[in-house]
């Protein structure tokens, strides 16, 4: 059985909340496609089954982020599961 406290309080996500590098193509306008690296969260806690973006529920995909860098993905993990 999963953790009973809410997201942001300590104890949410018991231990399981992980940061993911999730790899997307961003389209520029001089043609030349680029792929940049983003840090996903990814909290089972709350429903996230690992699966595409598109197919969580909201709440999931505002979890997510995703955030530009490890440091700030690792600081919203913190802040969700009550350990910052
Ligand atoms: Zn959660």
Request: proline residues 11%; contains cysteine.
């Amino acid at each position: 059985m999963s953790s009973e406290a809410p997201p942001g309080t300590p104890g949410h996500g018991g231990g399981i909340t992980s940061v993911r590098r999730h790899a997307g193509k961003v389209h520029r306008s001089d043609e030349t496609d680029e792929w940049v690296i983003r840090y996903e969260v990814i909290c089972p806690d709350c429903g996230d089954d690992g699966g595409p973006f598109d197919e969580q529920p909201a709440p999931v995909q505002q979890v997510r982020g995703p955030y530009p860098d490890f440091v700030e993905a690792r600081k919203a993990v913190a802040r969700h599961t009550g350990a910052g």
